[in-house]
């Protein structure tokens, strides 16, 4: 290195050779934008943010586009730069989602039915070269080349569960992620469990594949909310008690913990509260039966929604948190925990390892059996929860959101050498 000449990274020199003309225009839509989406919001609003704060360092056009309510409104909270403009696309309307699903039904009616869909005519209108689809669900497939989130697949690993299969709901994921997922220019997944089911189920190519780990949700990076007494005293809440935030789907699996619970009492002697946050997703009824059933009205307690800052409250105040969920690869809850020094017992599905590793300890989520014995030792095992509290600070850490966008940064750049090969307008 010369004396007196500081290094400039590979790309940004890179980029300086690359005349105006060929630098990429970027569209990032974000869908399903609500708070009450749970952690599919709290994803894409950390990510949105985390963009929105690095997006100045870079090169190029960028456009967030979003149909949610007061979308605008909330991207000119965060104060863009002037290199990221926003458009409001209108909601989704009836004729959109017909177009939308005839042509995921079949090759040859997508190419008889010429009508774009709503994202493909703003792609075009804003004559973007690439589109990033943040949210992890199905979106249109658009002739821009564009970039896929997928959280799961669990529909192809677990198509017993009503909320995967009933009412034609398997049929119609089945055929959006084939479509959706064997066009994208890439497709980023969060652990090596993710990128296995991709290239299993849709045969796209790993080289085509990325794994970008979910971030730590910013809220409980940055702590703020209720204390552990301020929840216990409006709750009603004992000293020690396990804590499951997750909403009432039946792959959830509240009623294994329910099980477990029995073990505690009659093989461990051990009679915990368990507290349950989340919204009824329709089984929350038969949950509530469960309870009375088994006799357990006295320790399960039922908070429903809870507002953010005394989520983080119940973190703090938990003896552990008791991830019960069938589903993965990757979920927030656990990374929440880490965050603000809650203990994590979590269920041992495809994908945990990756992401948890030393810092949760893993049981058979479908044995109440095993799931009480490692419930019992964390409980009783003070040197071993405060390393798993050391080891879960240190992870969460790990994982931010702006490396996350930085991950996406590195791929854009790499399309961005394909890109320029033929004109915007075709």
């Known amino acids: 290195m010369l004396s007196g000449v500081s290094p400039i990274p590979y790309a940004a020199w890179a980029r300086r050779l690359v005349p105006d003309n060929l630098l990429m225009r970027t569209g990032?839509?974000?869908?399903?934008?609500?708070?009450?989406?749970?952690?599919?919001?709290?994803?894409?609003?950390?990510v949105c943010r985390a963009f929105v704060k690095l997006v100045h360092e870079r090169e190029g056009g960028f456009h967030m586009l979003g149909d949610a309510p007061g979308f605008t409104d909330y991207i000119a909270s965060l104060r863009p730069p002037p290199n990221l403009q926003t458009i409001a696309l209108r909601p989704a309307g009836r004729l959109d989602r017909i177009i939308e699903g005839v042509k995921n039904a079949s090759p040859l009616l997508k190419k008889i039915i010429k009508n774009p869909g709503r994202i493909a005519r703003v792609a075009t209108k804003a004559?973007?070269?690439?589109?990033?689809?943040?949210?992890?669900?199905?979106?249109?497939?658009t002739e821009t080349p564009y970039i896929a989130t997928v959280w799961d697949l669990q529909h192809r690993l677990q198509p017993w569960f009503p909320e995967m299969s009933a009412g034609g709901i398997w049929d119609s994921r089945e055929l959006t992620?084939?479509?959706?997922?064997?066009?994208?220019s890439y497709v980023i997944v969060g652990t090596e469990a993710g990128r296995d089911?991709?290239?299993?189920?849709?045969?796209?190519?790993?080289?085509?594949?990325?794994?970008?780990?979910?971030?730590?949700?910013?809220?409980?990076?940055?702590?703020?909310?209720?204390?552990?007494?301020?929840v216990r005293e409006k709750f009603g809440l004992q000293n020690d008690y396990l804590l499951y935030p997750a909403q009432f789907w039946p792959h959830k699996n509240h009623v294994n913990l329910l099980l477990a619970l029995k073990h505690l009492r009659e093989?461990?002697?051990m009679q915990p509260a368990l507290v349950l946050v989340?919204?009824?997703?329709?089984?929350?009824?038969?949950?509530?039966r469960l309870v009375e059933e088994y006799g357990l009205?006295?320790?399960?307690?039922?908070?429903?929604?809870?507002?953010?800052?005394?989520?983080?409250?119940?973190?703090?105040?938990?003896?552990?948190?008791?991830?019960?969920?069938?589903?993965?690869?990757?979920n927030l809850p656990p990374l929440e925990a880490f965050a603000l020094g809650c203990v994590v017992a979590a269920a041992d599905v495809a994908g945990a390892q990756q992401q948890l590793g030393e810092a949760a300890i893993l049981f058979d989520p479908t044995n109440p059996a095993d799931m009480a014995d490692k419930i019992a030792r964390l409980s009783l095992d003070r040197d071993l929860r405060a390393s798993l509290r050391d080891r879960?600070?240190?992870?969460?850490?790990?994982?931010?959101?702006?490396?996350?966008?930085?991950?996406?940064?590195?791929?854009?750049?790499?399309?961005?050498?394909?890109r320029r090969c033929w004109p915007t307008e075709q």
């Open 28 to 46: 990032l839509f974000l869908g399903g934008f609500s708070p009450d989406v749970g952690g599919g919001y709290t994803f894409q609003d950390d």
């Open 297 to 330: 009205s006295e320790q399960v307690f039922f908070l429903g929604f809870v507002e953010q800052s005394d989520l983080v409250g119940l973190y703090r105040g938990a003896q552990m948190m008791v991830y019960a969920s069938l589903c993965g690869p990757e």
């Open 267 to 269: 093989r461990h002697g």
């Open 127 to 141: 004559r973007l070269d690439c589109l990033w689809y943040v949210g992890g669900g199905c979106y249109e497939v």
């Open 278 to 288: 989340g919204s009824d997703k329709g089984n929350q009824g038969y949950v509530r």
């Open 177 to 184: 992620h084939r479509n959706f997922l064997q066009r994208a």
């Open 392 to 418: 879960g600070l240190a992870r969460a850490r790990y994982w931010t959101a702006e490396g996350f966008v930085r991950g996406v940064f590195s791929l854009l750049d790499e399309f961005a050498a394909i």
């Open 197 to 230: 089911e991709v290239r299993l189920f849709y045969q796209v190519p790993d080289a085509r594949i990325r794994i970008l780990p979910h971030p730590t949700p910013r809220f409980a990076l940055e702590g703020a909310g209720s204390s552990a007494e301020e």
